[in-house]
């Protein structure tokens, strides 16, 4: 993929209204979304239960988009396979969620899908620094996982920075991805520290207009943000 020169958009399904799952998925794509965001819950890693494999199985074949799946389960190595057969792009997982993350990313990579490390607030950078080379994605969260529409944490900016810091000395070409509480408000500042893909729920399906709430995420980059801080994977 050739160096992006705006943030990629993955609206967060879990804001979706579940009983139109397959025509909110067609209605974000139309609305320029460029990656589905699908949040995967057990009620065991995070207190609060969705779906599986099963789902997206179902909605692989009506849109184009990558399917980005960020799995809050543990263990999470005995679904991996299920969800890149049902045809996940990319597969992130918490270090929290098995013993052996390195496993698990060449897992994922050797199923030929983009593997992701996901960060909870109290989860330091030093968890991924040493599988940097088997990570496509890193995902921030910028809210304790398991529920959408809550408040951004703006603690969680310097670790943004950080990681983009640690990214470009890298010379890796790794999405950093942030997730929970992105609006148009709070988009500049993470954008600032360095994102380059911005996972948003509330704030694109709660909106009335798709179109325009992502367009209005998109368009919150700061003046004079270098072009170079978009590596986007690929
Ligand atoms: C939270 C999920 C997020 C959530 C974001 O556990 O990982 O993807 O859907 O929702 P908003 O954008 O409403 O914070
Ligand atoms: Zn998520």
């Known amino acids: 993929m050739p160096p992006l020169t705006r943030p990629l958009i993955a609206p967060s399904l879990l804001a979706a209204d579940f009983a139109r799952l397959k025509d909110e998925v067609i209605a974000v794509e139309r609305a320029g979304a460029d990656w589905l965001h699908l949040d995967v819950m057990d009620g065991h890693f995070v207190p609060n239960i969705t779906f599986g494999p099963l789902l997206v199985k179902a909605l692989r074949p009506h849109t184009k988009m990558p399917l980005d799946v960020h799995l809050m389960i543990a263990p999470a190595d005995p679904y991996i396979t299920a969800f890149a057969e049902a045809g996940a792009d990319h597969i992130s997982v918490h270090p929290e969620a098995g013993p052996h993350l390195h496993r698990t990313l060449q897992h994922i990579r050797a199923l030929g899908k983009k593997s992701g490390v996901v960060l909870n607030p109290a989860t330091p950078i030093e968890s991924l620094v040493n599988v940097l080379d088997l990570t496509d994605l890193i995902m921030v969260m910028t809210v304790n996982p398991g529920f959408g529409g809550q408040a951004f944490l703006t603690s969680q900016i310097p670790k943004i920075a950080a990681l983009r ?58 003046a004079g943000l270098p072009e170079l801080n978009t590596s986007t994977g690929g």
């Open 165 to 222: 810091r640690l990214i470009d000395e890298s010379g890796r070409n790794i999405v950093l991805q942030v997730d929970g509480g992105i609006t148009a408000q709070t988009a500049p500042s993470v954008l600032q520290a360095g994102a380059t893909c911005l996972i948003a729920g509330t704030a694109v399906f709660g909106a009335a207009d798709y179109e325009a709430a992502i367009t209005s995420i998109r368009a919150a980059v700061p």
